[in-house]
């Protein structure tokens, strides 16, 4: 069975960090793309990074600079690091694997998804 599974959500207070994991089983995923999605409350799920299989990767504007994606193939596993984290952050995060992914924020281009981890920034 292949899935993902994120781990890492919680509370925090606004300009604090976290670091967000997401372990895949089933399948190698160093040659995918990894991404991370979030939805907050009332929101539709928006992208936030990804990570090609080549290492190259990128960033919604919105955490550019705060956010950083990593992965370790060996482990299976793509990491998000989040520094100063914003009340704006509070969101439900999502990690997203893909074979073939040509438009990160495109949600379709993935093909496996994880359930989901609550993060919550308090103001």
């Known amino acids: 069975q292949v899935q993902l599974v994120e781990h890492g959500g919680g509370l925090v207070q606004a300009g604090t960090s976290l670091r967000l994991s997401c372990a895949g089983s089933?399948?190698?995923?160093?040659?995918?793309?990894m991404g991370w999605f979030r939805q907050g409350p009332g929101k539709e799920r928006e992208f936030v990074a990804i990570?090609?299989?080549?290492?190259?990767?990128s960033y919604a504007d919105s955490v550019k600079g705060r956010f950083t994606i990593s992965r370790d193939n060996a482990q299976n596993t793509v990491y998000l690091q989040m520094n100063s984290l914003k009340a704006e952050d509070t969101a439900v995060y999502y990690c997203?694997?893909?074979?073939?992914?040509?438009?990160?924020?495109?949600?379709?281009?993935?093909?496996?998804w994880g359930q989901g981890t609550q993060v919550t920034v308090s103001s």
């Open positions: 997203a694997a893909g074979a073939h992914v040509y438009s990160p924020w495109r949600r379709n281009d993935y093909d496996v």
């Open positions: 990570s090609r299989s080549t290492g190259l990767t």
């Open positions: 089933g399948r190698t995923f160093s040659g995918y793309a």
